[in-house]
């Protein structure tokens, strides 16, 4: 009897031995397959149960008749049986794929959902936006998308013409950081400089980046230095690269202006301006993606490129006889080739990720090179206007008689039989070419109990460098030269950025409701070279107008050439450490608190910290807040660019120059060595699901920005006011006019951002409305002037003016919105992109000077037309504007679609770029052409180019 007690106990010792198992399982989004963090996964019945890891794995003892329970916040709740296999994956259904998007920025724990996170973010698809637009580019796309999101498509502003910088809540682009994968990314070599928003500030090109290898962007609207580092004051860019493979995915779209108002071609005399067709700006362009699997364990590799090329566009006013009707415009003399210049891209990324087998290791890599070349005009010259002559900048024989070069100029209205030297111009060209390289590569995995680690290198290269084009050296002996070389090397520069990280995190399921704690270091290595032109393209070659006359201006026209004195190779290095902890207090109240410390080699040291927090008062609705430090390290760009232009004053060739930060003349002009802006920021607002597919997001906030860093205004040699030591430096390196990069303002940036999206399916159709809006302003609290350019009202005054001033707060419009409309059913889709661009005011260059008594005698003032003692303040007022966008979507087949739409299909325009009641130049003090751009439109968010037809075929594979 024993024994067979015994035997008994052996027998069902080993059923239960061997129905008990061990399962390793991994939740997923079902939609995008991402991984889904801090699930709750729990056995039916009992109190087993467990939270699965950053990865989405969790690990559980069960037995075969067990029922797992899977859950997560914004997603569907499933019960599972215990599956057979030991190892495999659970994909949960989203509430809506739109409202509760899982975002990994914002905090260096588990992702959220858009609506559980502590902060506000935007979740944006940029190849759903993409097909829907006629705008070829990632960067307008997301202007269209994203109302917090500045950029303004400049003309007339050199090399920014070329480059397209963004920010976030009308900071500078140099305060928005970027990240690819979670990685950061390069800045751009190139620093604004003259003529456009952002002047002195430096930021990375998102054009460079092709869109067919992005899945998604996330938008970080908040502060986020102390988990990030520099550049994150206004919040974070987080590209995704795709992950899809097996799939070809391709598409090719056409596209061009149809300005049927504003085109010169439309001018009562198009001669007096360079023309194209009436459908200008046509754009071709071809995107292609495709992925392949790699091993047997989920591996993957997915490239993704484009190619675009963009003609230009030639904008000008229709009516110019001001002879007999007085809402004409003159004759633009200053921009006779208004306009978007020509831009040909093309690139490609990769992204690629082999876990290896038998760990809990994947190796990871990411990279890719882009190309892109862009041709612009710069302003005219124009022979012997009398408002606009500028004969030393024109080739000419040894009398100083002009020596037309029919390639290159152009004469309008010509009396017949002769050359009427008066109606003779030029637009010199300019090229730009820019290399932009990236690599990264990384390990990471789970150790031990658990933890989540991430160690990865990161490099990337960007090249501007810039060439005359159809133009010419004027002072260049013998004088035959003049005309005959008309392409010059400038010069430009380069910058490397090599960063190395280590990330740790873990989850712990025990404590409170949950916590995740991260922590890291990086190390980042900067080398950026300004390298000069070839010697014509700055060379004063000695010729002058006519025997003993006046100098011919040096250097190439359009960009004068980068000079020996200006080059300069620098290198920096920056070690930081961060720790962050994101607390579940309970299932209602998230914390998170990180802090990070940093040094630089070339400034020192800095820290940075932040709280956010996010409780729900009820299922569905949420209030959330943040409190943070942040900084942005003053970039190589900024403290070593130089640049020595030319211009002729008063009959004398002049030269003028942006003085290099570590030089012994910024030192005598009181100015420090630049140091890293700090800010404080703070946000509050909440988020809201009343019912199923709607969602309300509602977030205010303010950040106090100090010491930011701007270009000052020129100052003279030999004026007595600024003192010997600066006169004597100016006059020891031949610089007659300098100018300064400088920690000078102190502003406060107040605004709201409000999001009201609406998704609905039903049967075989769907209706999305999704409106979002952002309202903010800047205040300049503080201008800090050096003591050297206090001494006088004028000196102080012009040390960052009112027109600069002016700039700064017209970084973004004061409100935006937008609102999109979709409506589809079966194979036909519907759609209307709304976009209202509020309103901002710049000013002019000041034609006349200020009534007696006035408040601010620095003002800059017009003189009214037939009047030469009536002035007012040259403010160009640029009132709010909505444009309308029209799409239309057809499924053809399951592989093939068609999109074709019109974009401002009302074709409206931004106000022009005058003072009405002086736009006459007869007084010489007229305030048309006094604009920035020079053109009749200023550079504005909306542009400026008019109706926009397009049309897309997509393949699916």
């Known amino acids: ?142 202007n269209m998308a994203v109302p917090s999101f500045n950029y303004n498509k400049q003309s007339g502003g050199d090399g920014s013409d070329a480059i397209d910088f963004a920010s976030l809540r009308g900071l500078g682009f140099d305060q928005t950081l970027v990240l690819i994968n979670g990685k950061r990314r390069h800045l751009s070599a190139f620093v604004n400089e003259v003529g456009t928003r952002g002047r002195g500030n430096s930021g990375t090109d998102l054009n460079a980046i092709p869109e067919m290898a992005i899945d998604r962007i996330e938008i970080l609207r908040d502060g986020a230095s102390a988990q990030y580092g520099s550049d994150a004051i206004a919040g974070v860019i987080n590209i995704i690269l795709r992950k899809d493979i097996k799939h070809l995915n391709f598409n090719i779209g056409g596209s061009g202006y149809s300005d049927h108002k504003y085109n010169t071609l439309n001018s009562v005399d198009p001669s007096q301006f360079y023309t194209g067709s009436q459908i200008d700006g046509k754009t071709i362009s071809f995107g292609v993606d495709y992925g392949l699997p790699i091993g047997q364990h989920g591996g993957f590799i997915n490239v993704g490129g484009n190619f675009m090329s963009q003609g230009k566009t030639y904008r000008a006013v229709p009516d110019t006889n001001i002879s007999v009707n007085s809402q004409a415009l003159p004759i633009d003399i200053w921009r006779r080739a208004f306009g978007d210049g020509a831009v040909t891209s093309g690139g490609g990324l990769y992204n690629m990720e082999i876990p290896l087998a038998g760990t809990k290791t994947t190796f990871y890599s990411f990279g890719g090179y882009n190309y892109k070349h862009s041709n612009v005009y710069a302003w005219t010259r124009s022979w012997n206007n009398p408002h606009r002559a500028n004969p030393t900048k024109f080739p000419t024989d040894a009398n100083g008689d002009l020596v037309f070069v029919p390639d290159i100029m152009r004469v309008y209205d010509p009396t017949k039989g002769s050359l009427d030297t008066n109606n003779v111009y030029y637009n010199p060209q300019e090229d730009v070419y820019i290399k932009d390289l990236s690599f990264a590569a990384g390990f990471k995995g789970t150790l031990g109990d658990n933890w989540d680690w991430d160690l990865s290198n990161n490099t990337g290269y960007n090249d501007f460098h810039y060439w005359g084009n159809k133009t010419f050296n004027a002072s260049l ?53 300004l390298y000069a032109g070839e010697v014509d393209s700055y060379l004063a070659g000695g010729a002058t107008l006519g025997p003993g006359g006046t100098a011919k201006a040096s250097g190439s026209e359009g960009y004068p050439g980068y000079q020996p004195s200006d080059a300069s190779t620098v290198s920096r290095t920056n070690v930081s450490g961060y720790a962050d902890m994101t607390l579940d207090v309970t299932r209602a109240w998230l914390v998170d608190i990180a802090e990070r410390f940093e040094n630089y080699s070339d400034f020192g040291f800095v820290a940075t910290q ?44 002049v030269y003028s120059k942006l003085v290099p930060n570590y030089s012994s003349v910024a030192r005598a002009a009181g100015i420090p060595k630049l140091t890293q802006e700090t800010s404080t920021n703070a946000s509050l607002g909440f988020t809201w699901q009343p019912i199923h597919n709607l969602a309300i997001t509602v977030d205010g906030y303010s950040i106090q920005i100090k010491n930011r860093v701007v270009i000052s205004g020129q100052y003279a040699a030999g004026d007595p006011t600024l003192g010997a030591p600066l006169n004597n430096a100016l006059a020891a390196q031949g610089i007659q006019y300098a100018q300064f990069f400088a920690n000078a303002v102190n502003t406060r940036n107040n605004g709201l951002d409000v999001v009201v999206d609406y998704n609905v399916h039903w049967g075989t159709a769907h209706f999305r409305a999704l409106l979002a809006g952002n309202i903010q302003g800047i205040k300049i609290n503080k201008v800090n002037v050096p003591s050297t350019f206090s001494g006088s009202a004028s000196d102080s005054a012009n040390f960052f003016s009112d027109r600069e001033q002016y700039f700064l707060k017209a970084s973004a419009p004061k409100d935006k919105f937008s609102l999109n409309l979709e409506y589809g059913v079966k194979q036909i889709t519907f759609g209307t992109h709304i976009t209202y661009f509020g309103g901002l005011k710049t000013l002019g260059f000041g034609e006349t000077a200020p009534p007696a008594g006035v408040a601010d005698p620095f003002f800059p003032y017009v003189a009214l037309d037939n009047s030469q003692t009536t002035a007012v303040p040259e403010i160009f007022n640029f009132r709010g504007k909505a444009t309308t966008d029209l799409y239309a979507s057809y499924k053809i087949n399951r592989n093939v679609a068609l999109t074709i739409g019109i974009d401002n ?7 022009k770029s005058v003072v009405p009641g002086s736009v006459s130049l007869a007084t010489g003090t007229s305030s048309w052409g006094d604009s920035e751009s020079g053109g009749p439109f200023d550079a504005v968010q909306m542009g400026f180019n008019g109706m926009r037809l397009f049309g897309k075929l997509i393949f699916n594979f």
């Open 1 to 142: 009897m024993k024994g067979l007690l015994i035997a008994c106990i052996i027998i069902l010792s080993s059923f239960l031995l061997h129905a008990q198992k061990t399962i390793t399982g991994k939740i997923i989004d079902k939609q995008t397959g991402a991984p889904l963090s801090g699930a709750s996964v729990r056995v039916k019945g009992s109190k087993k149960g467990t939270s699965t890891t950053n990865e989405g794995v969790f690990t559980l003892p069960v037995s075969p008749n067990d029922i797992l329970i899977i859950s997560n916040i914004g997603y569907s709740q499933q019960s599972v049986p215990v599956p057979e296999s030991s190892t495999f994956n659970i994909p949960l259904e989203p509430l809506s794929s739109e409202l509760t998007q899982l975002v990994f920025v914002g905090a260096r724990g588990a992702a959220r959902t858009k609506t559980e996170s502590p902060v506000p973010i935007d979740v944006i698809h940029v190849n759903q936006v993409g097909l829907t637009t006629a705008k070829p580019d990632l960067m307008s796309q997301l």
């Open 477 to 529: 002996l013998p004088y035959a030269d003049e005309a005959t070389k008309t392409r010059f090397d400038d010069g430009g520069f380069s910058f490397l950025q090599n960063t190395a990280n280590l990330d740790i995190s873990k989850h712990f399921s025990s404590i409170a409701s949950g916590v995740t704690v991260s922590f890291g270091g990086e190390y980042r290595y900067e080398k950026y070279k």
């Open 610 to 653: 932040k709280v956010a927090s996010r409780y729900k008062l009820t299922d569905n609705f949420n209030i959330r807040g943040s409190v943070s430090t942040g900084f942005r390290a003053p970039t190589l760009q900024q403290l070593n660019f130089s640049n020595t232009n030319t211009n002729i004053i008063n009959g004398n060739l």
């Open 905 to 911: 299909i009302f074709n409206v325009h931004p106000d």
